[in-house]
């Protein structure tokens, strides 16, 4: 897993550490990592290819019309975190579904929110542990 933020990188590899979920990503990707910041999708390509992942294997969780935007720049699935500080106004075509509990990534039900065929493994107890603890 990514982070892609705006926010510096140093300032959100620090944020993450002091709460113990630095651990569960493999990069942080931030505003001052690659030349353009979100909506446009370079953040998320730069994100993808440290990954090795595709396109078609990821999904941006964000809270904002900056994600949903990005994510579609990017040609990546998009959950909204309803409970997140922009996701009022988020555009809701581009959103591949929405929640409001972490736990919805690690359970059973997740793959479901995306359609009957996808078939995804992600996430794991420890990290919805960690995040519902917060």
Do not use: W
Not at 84 to 98: K, T
Request: hydrophobic content about 40%; some cysteine; glycine content about 10%.
């Amino acid at each position: 897993m990514a982070v892609v933020t705006n926010k510096p990188e140093k300032l959100s590899r620090q944020l993450l550490s002091q709460v113990n979920l630095d651990q569960f990503f493999e990069t942080v990707v931030g505003g001052d990592s690659v030349a353009k910041r979100k909506p446009d999708p370079a953040p998320l390509h730069h994100a993808l290819q440290f990954l090795g992942v595709d396109e078609d294997g990821a999904i941006l969780i964000g809270d904002s019309d900056l994600d949903a935007i990005a994510a579609d720049a990017a040609g990546v699935k998009f959950g909204l975190f309803l409970s997140g500080y922009g996701s009022a106004g988020c555009a809701r075509h581009q959103v591949s579904f929405e929640f409001d509990d972490f736990e919805i990534l690690v359970g059973e039900e997740f793959p479901h929110l995306l359609g009957e065929s996808e078939q995804l493994q992600i996430g794991s107890n420890s990290l919805s542990q960690r995040i519902t603890a917060l």
